[in-house]
């Protein structure tokens, strides 16, 4: 199922010092999760990752190309991205929320009820977002889904 749909891993939340350096929010498990990434795309430029630490609230990267703070200013609010195609294998069970984005949701007779448009976490778990026919959204925590994406469905048997 992957595709090559761009998946954003951070973003550039300002400059750190003067050579360059840029603090980072991350979307994943931590500085040590972007090391395997040599380059990242930065909304159509290719950055080169030369160094990445912990840094308060997210990470201080340092990019080959970005080498002094107007430069790394002028990053402020870029997505950095990798393809999905680039992430690495998942186990049984598991999934990437950028795989979740436009799965059916499917009551348990099998009835249309939307489709996924948002997987958000506001920290006690992921919540799936659903877009019903009409427009309108609501949203369900994810252990209460069942994710069949080989299927390319979620049972939401638990919606009115």
Known sequence: MPSD???????VIGAHGVAGEVRLK???DGPD???RYKTLNAGGRVLTLTSIRPGSNG????????TDRNAAEGLRGT???VPRSALPPLGEGEYYHVDLIGLRCVS?????????VLVENFGAGDILEIEKPDG???MVPIHAARVEADQATIDAAFVA
Not at 5 to 11: K, S
Not at 108 to 116: M, P, Q, S
């Open 5 to 11: 749909r761009p998946v954003t891993l951070a973003a």
């Open 26 to 28: 991350l979307f994943g």
């Open 33 to 35: 999760s972007l090391k």
């Open 59 to 66: 990470a201080v990267a340092r990019f080959a190309e970005v």
């Open 79 to 81: 997505e950095l991205t």
């Open 108 to 116: 348990d007779a099998g009835e249309a009820i939307g489709v996924v």
């Open 136 to 138: 309108k959204r609501f």
